[in-house]
Every structure is written in structure tokens, then in C-alpha cells.
């Protein structure tokens, strides 16, 4: 596939956890080579859409197809085959297994390509000697970048990031965004959620904020005014907000 042609589209997303309807006929097309960020506030559907994305979550309606293949009914681990890898909200890595083994965990059912256990000792230098210690008595930062190399040893061709920075210090957040440009260099494209805008803006090519499910602004970060993203953000513009 060459640069520029759409690798993962969503179309017309809507999921529910129960009752509750967490993400409303979402739309999305990522290109090959972008790093395309979701943003929205605590509660917006961020996650539920990755994880829908992923196959966690079954959708209500709409269709979630990678390389003109509909993917919408595929259980996880064959959209994993496919291309698709979830970094999730909160690293999830096997606490009791060692560093190396989490790594050789998303080698299950991995695709050829670039990436295996080595090229990620090469990418995180510091992982080599930390190896055989086991997961839990790695740093928050550390844990992120095993669960970014558990990710990546599946050779994806989408990889999805959720909230890379979550109760991370902004030192070590910006360590691990560094790493991006790295990564789709190597052919892999991004959709990232992030609550922390200035950092979903200044890595995206693309933003798309979604507020109670629903998107309400997507477009190329240098096109889109602060006002605007913040009444996205918020679901109030800044001049309701003073008539208050
Ligand atoms: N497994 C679940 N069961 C029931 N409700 C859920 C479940 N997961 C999420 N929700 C609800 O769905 C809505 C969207 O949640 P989601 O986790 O997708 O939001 P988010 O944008 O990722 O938020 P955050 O920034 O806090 O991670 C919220 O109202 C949440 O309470
Ligand atoms: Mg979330």
C-alpha cells in the first residue's frame, strides 16, 4: 500500500455498554503513514472506540474495515493477524511474567515485518539488562514502553495507542511520544487517544475530538484554533461560557 491510501476506515460507529450509548456514529479514515489522534475529556467514548476498533467491544452498528477489508465481526486476535494492535488505557501487562516474556507474548499470532523481541531491545536500549525482572517492578514509564514493544512485535499495521501518558511525568511522556516518528518511519501508522491536548496536537497529523460519543471536530492540528478546540473539548464555546 502506498503512503496516502486509506489503511483503516471506521464508518458510522455506534456502541453501547448496555443502556448506555458510548460512542454515536463515529467516522474516521487513517491514512498509511499518519499519526492521527482522538482526543475528549473523561467519559467521551476514547476507549471504547479503540477497543471496538481492537474487538473488545462489539458494535452496535457501523463498520470498521483495515485495507478495504470489513473487519466489523473479526474477533480480536484475528484483527491482531490482520494488522490491528492495542496498546490499552493503563498498560496491562502481565504483572507476574518478566519484561522479555511480556514482549514474547504479543509475538502470538505476529505478522512478518520489522519488529520482533530484539529490534525492541533495539528501540528501548535499556530493556536488555531489565529483561528477566518481572514486569511489576518496572516504573509506569518502563511499563509503557513494554506494553508499546508488546504491541509492536505483532508487526502492526495500526497501532493503537491509549493515553501513552496516563499518570506518567511529562519528562518520561515525552520520551515515549519521541519514539513515534521512529515508528512510522517504519511503516507503522498510529491512532492515538489522548486527553492531554498540546501533546495530541503537536504529534498528530490529524485530530478528531469526540464529546459524549460523539465527534464534534476533526481536522489537521494547524487549521484548528484553540477556541474551537476547546468548545469541541467542552461542548461549550467560549462565549456561553462568559454569559454564565
Ligand atoms: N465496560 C463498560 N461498561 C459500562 N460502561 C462503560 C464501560 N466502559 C466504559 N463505559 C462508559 O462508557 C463511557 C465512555 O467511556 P470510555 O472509557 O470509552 O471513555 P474515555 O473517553 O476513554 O474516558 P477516559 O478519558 O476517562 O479514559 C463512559 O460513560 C463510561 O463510564
Ligand atoms: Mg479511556
Redesign the pocket.
Same mark, same amino acid.
Given at each position: 500500500m502506498s503512503a496516502g491510501s486509506v489503511l483503516l476506515e471506521v464508518d458510522g460507529l455506534t456502541v453501547h455498554?448496555?443502556q448506555?450509548c458510548?460512542?454515536r456514529e463515529v467516522s474516521l479514515s487513517v491514512r498509511v503513514g499518519e499519526t492521527y489522534a482522538i482526543i +475528549?475529556?473523561? +467519559?467521551? +467514548?476514547?476507549?471504547?472506540?479503540?477497543?471496538t476498533i481492537a474487538g473488545l467491544?462489539r458494535a452496535t452498528s457501523g463498520r470498521v474495515v483495515l485495507d478495504g477489508a470489513d473487519l466489523t465481526h473479526a474477533r480480536p486476535d484475528a484483527r491482531l493477524a490482520a494488522g490491528i494492535a492495542l496498546v490499552p488505557?493503563g498498560r496491562r501487562l502481565f504483572p507476574s511474567l518478566t519484561v522479555e516474556e511480556n514482549l514474547q507474548v504479543g509475538a502470538y499470532r505476529a505478522r512478518k515485518g520489522p519488529f520482533d523481541v530484539a529490534r525492541v531491545y533495539e528501540l528501548f536500549d535499556w530493556m536488555v539488562s531489565r529483561r528477566r525482572q518481572r514486569a511489576s517492578q518496572l516504573s509506569g514509564g518502563e511499563q509503557q514502553a513494554v506494553a508499546i514493544g508488546r504491541a509492536l512485535v505483532a508487526n502492526p499495521r495500526v497501532l493503537l495507542l491509549?493515553?501513552l501518558s496516563?499518570g506518567l511525568a511529562p519528562v518520561v511522556v515525552q520520551r515515549i511520544y519521541a519514539l513515534l516518528p521512529e515508528l512510522t518511519a517504519s511503516g507503522v501508522t498510529v491512532l492515538l487517544?489522548e486527553?492531554d491536548v498540546g501533546q495530541a496536537t503537536r504529534v498528530a497529523t490529524h485530530v478528531q475530538c469526540?464529546l459524549e460519543?460523539s465527534t464534534t471536530l476533526m481536522g489537521v492540528p494547524g487549521d484548528l484554533t484553540r477556541t474551537q478546540i476547546e468548545a469541541a473539548y467542552f461542548g461549550v464555546s467560549h462565549d456561553e461560557g462568559a454569559e454564565r
Open positions: 455498554h448496555g448506555l458510548a460512542v +475528549g475529556a473523561n +467519559g467521551a +467514548g476514547k476507549s471504547t472506540l479503540l477497543r467491544h488505557e491509549d493515553e496516563l487517544v486527553q469526540l460519543g
